[in-house]
């Protein structure tokens, strides 16, 4: 199984991007990548409960810029009224994912929301919600 595997549920207008082992920032921004010039869908969840990342990892920068750039190209659009669900349980891979949730919130007017869980049974329920 790669690092990252994704799914589209096209039913439900979601993208699941399930990270497992150890992955790098390279590979998070390849997905990300695939999923803003690809199929982009209303709704996406970020489950990193298996993942392992390098707390050393010197490009996490490189995330944030990446997201500067949809956020420049005005492409967050394709997802307006959407959420993102940001999944992770150990402490590391909790405070990337308060990365990428500050980052929505020092950008505003982002069309979508940011939530972080660290349950996915609570991340989906709140995808699904219509709140």
């Known amino acids: 199984m790669a ?3 994704t799914q589209t ?11 497992t082992g150890e992955i790098s920032v390279d590979e998070i ?8 010039f690809g199929e982009v ?7 990193m409960v298996e993942a392992e990342l390098n707390p050393h990892e010197p490009e996490i920068h490189k995330i944030d810029t990446f997201l500067q ?5 005005q492409l967050g659009y394709k997802r307006r009224g959407g959420k993102t669900a940001l999944v992770g349980a150990r402490q590391y891979i909790f405070l990337i994912l308060r990365q990428f949730k500050a980052w929505a ?3 505003g007017n982002t ?3 940011f939530q972080e869980f660290n349950d996915v049974e ?5 995808l699904t919600s219509e709140e």
């Open 29 to 36: 921004l390849t997905a990300l990548k695939k999923f803003w």
């Open 69 to 73: 750039r949809i956020q420049r190209a």
């Open 111 to 113: 069309p979508f929301e």
């Open 122 to 126: 609570e991340a989906m329920q709140w």
């Open 9 to 19: 549920d096209r039913s439900r207008n979601l993208t699941i991007h399930v990270c």
């Open 3 to 5: 690092p990252i595997d």
């Open 105 to 107: 919130d020092t950008v």
């Open 41 to 47: 869908t209303k709704d996406v969840l970020w489950d």
